[in-house]
């Protein structure tokens, strides 16, 4: 076991010391946590590397992916969104299913186990045009696993064909769903909904669809945006939500944490943001997510894209065991100023490499390649 300093006598200290005999946080202790600077900032993060490292290990995982976009009409109207189009915007596009075959062949030429599928909420999409997305994926490779479908377009399909969701979700499953990204989680509290995305689904249309997923036999990952108008407490309850519904259905693979990418995004500029979080936002929130998560959701996927390569390593070092997917092309970030969208296999692996840890491909749901 590695040598670790907790701060002693002092509330801070007595929470770390908790979190390493593996007792649970609360959402106060999470927060108080989530303020920490200086020497409680290193004690916080040596304590998650030491809780990381007895619950997973040194293994840090990857996927060999392909991100499809597959349009960015919307009729949403989030404001850290830099991605959507309007209908008959001059860069509105909307991929057809001979272009989403093509790309499923390109990534299977790289040796890819998943597409990860997500697109604006299309005002004229139908639930066929779903299911044509699933046929044309597998028509190019039948095996391939698809994690598609955001809980957001979950439920615009269901409004949209005046269904519940759960026949939305089975029918998407029938046609070889086979995990769904937990996107549009953003922060799962009210308050700051109403203000980054106030037409979006509520929290608890979310968590709703999300346990509906897992019921289903569905796995699905669990995600964060940060660093805009939340606070540490918002942040602490966002996780403490994604601990207990992990409680009630263990189907959440991982909890990936996207920081938020501001620039040519209206939230960015109305708040006057910087471009990203600094590094201590990230560091500290890596490491409160390993902590709050531990023995619940033990995968902690630092996102290479909101990061860059550098920072994704030093969440490494934070709690981190995951450093997400090869990509091969991603929109959404790279439209709020993100200026990396893919990565090969063997650059992910030095990465993990040069911070002294194992590098290992995975599937989506963690097994081991
Ligand atoms: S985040 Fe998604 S749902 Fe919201 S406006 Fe952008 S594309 Fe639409």
Redesign the pocket.
């Known amino acids: 076991m590695k040598k670790v300093t907790v701060p002693r006598r002092s509330k801070f200290g007595e929470i770390l010391q908790r979190a390493l005999a593996g007792e649970e946080l609360t959402v106060e202790e999470g927060a108080l946590l989530l303020q920490a600077e200086g020497k409680k900032l290193q004690a916080l993060l040596q304590v998650a590397d030491e809780v990381r490292r007895r619950r997973v290990g040194d293994i840090v995982t990857y996927v060999k992916n392909r991100n499809i976009n597959f349009t ?1 009409i ?5 404001r ?5 189009r309007s209908p008959g915007d001059p860069e509105a596009y909307v991929l057809s299913p001979e272009q989403i075959e093509a790309k499923v062949a390109e990534a299977l030429e790289i040796g890819a186990t998943e597409v990860c599928v ?4 299309h005002p004229d999409f139908r639930l066929e045009d779903y299911l044509q997305i699933l046929r044309a994926i597998r028509r190019a490779a039948p095996e391939i696993h698809i994690h598609a479908f ?1 809980p ?2 979950i439920n ?1 399909i269901a409004e949209r064909e005046n269904m519940g969701l759960e026949e939305v979700i089975q029918a998407l499953k029938r046609e070889g769903l086979n995990s769904v990204p937990g ?2 989680a953003e922060i799962l509290v009210d308050r700051v909904r109403s203000i980054i ?1 106030p ?2 689904i509520s929290t608890e249309q979310w968590i709703r669809t999300i346990k509906t997923c897992h019921r289903l036999g569905l796995p699905t990952t669990a995600t964060v945006m940060y660093g805009h108008v939340e606070t540490p407490l918002e942040l602490a309850q966002h996780i403490s939500i994604i601990r207990e519904i992990q409680k009630e259905t263990w189907g959440f693979t991982e909890f990936v944490l996207l920081g938020f990418m501001s620039r040519n995004t209206p939230l960015g500029r109305e708040f006057k943001l910087e471009p990203a979080p600094n590094l201590v936002q990230s560091l500290r929130l890596h490491a409160v997510a390993r902590l709050m998560l531990a023995g619940y959701v033990d995968n902690i996927q630092a996102s290479w894209v909101k990061l860059g390569p550098r920072g994704a390593q030093l969440m490494l070092r934070a709690g981190a065991n995951d450093l997400g997917g090869t990509l091969m092309e991603e929109h ?1 970030t790279r439209a709020a100023g993100g200026s990396l969208d893919s990565m090969s296999a063997e650059q992910l692996e030095r990465l993990i490499l040069e911070m002294g840890r194992i590098p290992r491909q995975r599937t989506t749901t963690y097994e081991l390649i």
């Open positions: 960015n919307c009729r949403g109207s989030c850290f969104c830099a991605f959507r997500q697109g604006g909420l955001s957001s377009e615009h996107t549009a995305c037409e979006k959404i």
